[in-house]
DNA sequence: AATATTTGTGTAAACGTTTCCTTAGCCGGA
DNA sequence: TCCGGCTAAGGAAACGTTTACACAAATATT
């Protein structure tokens, strides 16, 4: 009976409870949203049943015009398909909803004029705070945020020049280079390379910066580097893969999981088996890589940490306005699989365990 | 500067434009809100100069509370991790926003309780619309939406007795289990298991009843059919595939994606090759069924279509809200992969395909 | 030239809340 | 009996918009 529906176009407010209730329409604002205000144990409950009766639902708009708070935080990522930012932004929803605010979750795509235009979404909504994981262009979406007094924290991507004006939770891509070059060079492989992809983002290039620092610390120079690099997708994946044959590499390091089922496709085309004829790590943790069948050894980032500490950076921040923004950053860790082999060794190097160390650690507190 | 930062906490108004420009509020409202209205060019101007200096960002929770329009859409699914919303997800978001709408992207983790409180939260602010995959209860929550006012469009899950009363967007999970199985039926095979799980929307029936009617067509009885069932998880699925070891079944419909990777990763650790010992099918498109050696043979359902269908349906409710329901089901294909090997045929039955074919328009045409 | 029409701008009343402040009623102490 | 101090509840002024309406000025019609 869609005529039924139709009937009264007008949402039940205030007032009406109000009237239905015999009482103000103040002190049916105060039972629903200021809990402290003692008003008698009957009229509460007349109210109460008042509302359930007429199905009165608080106008969250009209509130957060008078009030303060808004109810409503944002997450904004540049791929939302990306599982490493899916599963983060379920973590975070979930931790958002239990303090009682809805969660905006808004995908740029990686275009900055699509970024520009979801926050001026945003702003005009009047979110309490916002998670962003930026396309590209900090400083200008900041301000944004910045002139309108709504807590932020950056997601994963850092653009160092302005490190320590932001708030900001992300991984270590240094290590995480550093660590999936480190595996393959215990294992004994001396030409590895460098799968990675062109971004103006700085991560790639924190990455390699890592590969480069793991050779480094065994000896090796420049000569023995081997780095292609390309747009980021899987057919891209499967080109740079195809480049790398016929080099003297006896392992790669897969940058980035698009790429490194591109990648794998053309392994498998070629009938090349791992760790056999190539010994992978793949900087990532796509769900496949647990099904391959000989499994392929990750660099896991801990997601888990991460949507937890954005999420409660942000609320810290609602909470108090006026702290100052810290930077966390964390490290990853190795999920072994079974595409890592031992190679013909040249030696073992034992002792560069300890400035290994160093190295991870001076990263890793940047804080 | 943080200093800088607190110094006013109140966001500028269109107040403060219209003292900036010398004009009042009213045309200013005019300037950012209503584009019929003939302004004189200068005037129009010089209030957008100024707004623009003063950073000045329309109030959108104020201005919904006097207009009628929000702003912002909500999709509530039940399992956001699952690759099939997750990809419907984006792109539902992708559409709305080109109509200038927010959307705000929910969680119910299959939790009816979860659900009911983000439903209320919605209601609350008072969205314009609603992408709802429902966990369970359906009743009761688009009685909630119905009361006020809020179009909604149900997704992928529907619940038979009130089919015609919502508008819904889904797949034929009945045609999905027969295409399955009659693809393994094709290729020869006549002892087929069903891998199923334990849930109470009827997706899981629907796809069982697929695989029955497409058994009954190549003239197989109760005593051919081998369905397991457990929990939705990957541990589930590799305890039903250890299950089946020992039956007599040459092939397995994997009847989601979940279940299909705790379900190969048993048969990998078994030493099983697909298709040489058992020829497998899966429903749905797991990111990791084309990288697998040899690639799986997946049934696709129409992510892609049923987002549009879904968000253009509740777009056209919001403009018209007195249309009456709509029902749109979509159909799966097969996208061949090399899990499927042809069997010791017993009969080929080429005259069955009219029949099929039959059946499957009989259900895909619900509407 | 007087009136009618159009055109551009502003006034002010909503919208559904929150919250400051007042008031009414009550009690106890002087 | 009067007054001060409570308590519980309501009146009314915001909040930042939208928009019906009034109005003044400019143009068109008689």
Redesign the pocket.
Same mark, same amino acid.
């Given at each position: 009976m869609p005529s039924t529906v139709s009937k009264s176009r /007008? %949402?039940v =407010?205030? /007032?009406d409870v109000a009237n239905k209730a015999g009482?103000?329409? @103040? =002190?049916v %604002? &105060?039972v629903?949203?200021?809990a402290e205000r &003692?008003?008698?144990p009957a009229?509460r409950e007349r109210v109460l049943k008042a509302a359930a009766e007429i199905g &009165?639902v /608080?106008?969250a708009a @009209? %509130?957060s015009? /008078?009030?303060k708070r808004r109810g409503i935080l944002a997450v904004v990522v540049a791929q939302f398909g990306n599982t490493f930012f899916t599963r983060m932004c379920v973590e975070i929803v979930s931790i958002a909803r239990q303090e009682g605010y809805v969660v905006t979750l808004c995908n740029s795509d990686e275009d900055p004029a699509q970024e520009r235009i979801i926050l001026e979404r945003l702003v005009a909504q009047r979110i309490d705070g916002c998670i962003l994981s930026p396309a590209l262009s900090l400083e200008s979406n900041t301000a944004l945020l910045q002139r309108h007094h709504i807590p932020y924290v950056i997601l994963e991507r850092s653009f160092p020049a302005s490190a320590t004006r932001h708030n900001f939770v992300g991984h270590d891509n240094f290590q995480s280079g550093y660590l999936a070059t480190r595996h393959l060079l215990a294992a004994g492989h001396r030409r590895i390379a460098f799968v990675g992809w062109d971004s103006p983002i700085p991560n790639v290039c924190e990455r390699v910066d890592g590969y480069r620092a793991a050779l480094r610390e065994y000896g090796l120079t420049d000569k023995h580097e081997t780095i292609v690099n390309g747009e980021l997708s899987e057919a891209a994946g499967w080109r740079m893969a195809a480049q790398l044959t016929g080099s003297a590499c006896t392992a790669i390091v897969l940058g980035h999981h698009d790429i490194a089922k591109g990648a794998l496709l053309y392994l498998q085309h070629q009938g090349m088996r791992w760790p056999g004829d190539l010994s992978l790590v793949v900087i990532g943790t796509p769900e496949w890589a647990g099904v391959l069948s000989p499994r392929l050894t990750c660099i896991e980032r801990p997601e888990h940490q991460m949507a937890v500490a954005a999420a409660s950076l942000l609320l810290e921040n609602i909470s108090n306005p006026n702290k100052q923004p810290i930077q966390r950053m964390f490290t990853s860790t190795v999920i072994e699989g079974d595409s890592v082999g031992k190679s013909e060794t040249h030696d073992q190097r034992r002792q560069s365990l300890r400035s290994r160390t160093a190295v991870s650690q001076g990263k890793a507190s940047l804080r």
């Open positions: /007008k %949402s =407010t205030i /007032k009482t103000s329409i @103040a =002190t %604002s &105060y629903f949203s200021n &003692y008003l008698r009229l &009165y /608080k106008n @009209a %509130s015009i /008078k009030g």
